[in-house]
């Protein structure tokens, strides 16, 4: 399949999902998922894998089992590719439109005593201030999954970077809503373009956290 966006159905189905989260719903609509949300997500990975590496489209189903909101399924779409340095690549649409992100989502324990180190650092936490600066002056927004109400230990309450060493992990990203392209093959580029885009902090991200060399629990 060629990839030529997502078209106005995709949107239109998570409109719908919102109030309609049901079984039933989604059975009954399953097609226009497949056809409308899937493939293209299958196609842009099929686009982006030689210089990003292939997608991950992540589960429809949630996981309701620790959680109050029983609704089976998510209100958005999204997939995620990781480059060898440890960067993530994320690509989403919901009702809302089309958002597209990169960057740490969470760090490790050791990948979070190695970013704190270098954000403390004069020479290289400056150079990531000025990154994340730079990238809130081009329209894309800077968030973190979790942050600290205060410095962590160990560091000065009124360091100069203060609100960067509360993070617990960074990712940059835009919203851009559902304008006509994202209904075109034009699309991929403005996803590439904005992963592009974020290669100052990534690069930074990269050389100073990288990834992280915790082993991963053993399965039950």
């Excluded at 991950?56 to 590719?81: E, I």
């Excluded at 093959?185 to 290669?199: F, L, N, P, Q, V």
């Amino acid at each position: 399949m060629t990839f030529s966006g997502w078209p106005e159905e995709a949107f239109d189905f998570y409109a719908k999902l919102e109030p309609n989260n049901t079984r039933d719903w989604w059975l009954a609509n399953k097609a226009t998922y497949d056809e409308c949300v899937k493939a293209p997500f299958l196609a842009l990975s099929e686009l982006v894998t030689k210089q990003f590496g292939p997608l991950h489209l992540f589960r429809p189903n949630r996981d309701t089992r620790f959680s109050k909101d029983k609704s089976p399924y998510k209100t958005a779409a999204a997939a995620v590719t990781e480059s060898q340095g440890g960067a993530s690549y994320y690509v989403q649409i919901s009702a809302s439109g089309l958002y597209v992100g990169s960057g740490y989502y969470g760090f490790q324990s050791d990948q979070l005593e190695r970013y704190r180190a270098a954000v403390a650092d004069n020479r290289k936490g400056l150079a990531f201030e000025k990154a994340v600066a730079a990238l809130r002056k081009a329209k894309y927004t800077v968030a973190s999954r979790d942050a600290l109400k205060r410095v962590p230990r160990g560091f000065d309450a009124d360091h100069p970077r203060a609100e960067l060493l509360k993070l617990k992990g960074i990712h940059v990203g835009r919203e851009f809503g559902t304008p006509k392209w994202v209904h075109t093959k034009a699309a991929a580029s403005r996803i590439t373009d904005t992963w592009r885009g974020a290669d100052p902090v990534n690069t930074w991200l990269n050389k100073h956290v990288g990834p992280s060399q915790i082993a991963p629990p053993e399965p039950d």
